[in-house]
């Protein structure tokens, strides 16, 4: 059973200028509903692909001190808003 991710358009829109190699895995999946940007996770391994990949991209977004910089910091914002429901695949 799939449940999406609801991003805010200018979250997304922040992706995609910051960080669009990530934003090149969401867009396929992606549609808009009203003030958000929905990325249709079909089952728990797309879930986890797009949670791996999001991973990879905060790590390239520390610091000196090893502490997510600004955008990195906004990044992670996002994916808690977007995955902000959590409820796990197959209760749904």
Known sequence: MSR???FKIKDYD???R???EYYRLLVPNASRH?????IDTKDQEAYDYLLDNLCL????ALN???DLNRDGLRLEAAWDYADREGVPFGEK
């Open 34 to 38: 009203g003030d958000e940007m929905w």
């Open 4 to 6: 999406p991710l609801k």
């Open 57 to 60: 991209e905060l790590g390239d």
């Open 14 to 16: 922040f992706i995609s």
């Open 64 to 66: 000196d001190e090893g």
């Open 18 to 20: 910051k960080f669009p």
